[in-house]
């Protein structure tokens, strides 16, 4: 029905960068917010940022001023932009999309979930 697919992980020394994509596919019409969640071992999965279907965003302060969300609807993917990398960055990302569905004449977003990809920041 609907698959995330994400890329862009990996390691990177601290202070470089990397770019998370994740592209959506699968019986999709319509999307309203997207974003980026990351867990750590032994802590919880944290938002890390958010772009709404208005087109606004949102960043966890650990990422404001490093991190730049962003979106393409066309091509249904968002990015997440990570510079300036430090080791606590270190986690597995997953990305989600709202997805649009319709039942007795009323909408309602749907969220679906990325497979996760690994960044590691080695200090």
């Known amino acids: 029905q609907v698959q995330l697919v994400e890329s862009g992980g990996g390691l990177v020394q601290a202070g470089g960068s990397l770019r998370l994509s994740c592209a959506a596919s699968?019986?999709?019409?319509?999307?309203?917010?997207m974003g980026w969640y990351r867990q750590a071992p032994g802590k919880q999965r944290e938002l890390v940022a958010t772009?709404?279907?208005?087109?606004?965003?949102n960043y966890a302060d650990s990422a404001k001023g490093r991190f730049i969300i962003s979106r393409d609807n066309a091509k249904k993917t968002v990015y997440l932009q990570m510079n300036s990398l430090k080791p606590e960055d270190t986690a597995i990302y997953y990305c989600y999309v709202e997805v649009g569905r319709t039942f007795l004449g009323r909408r309602s977003w749907l969220p679906y979930w990325g497979q996760g990809t690994q960044v590691t920041v080695s200090s």
């Open positions: 772009t709404t279907g208005g087109n606004s965003t």
């Open positions: 699968g019986i999709i019409f319509s999307i309203n917010d």
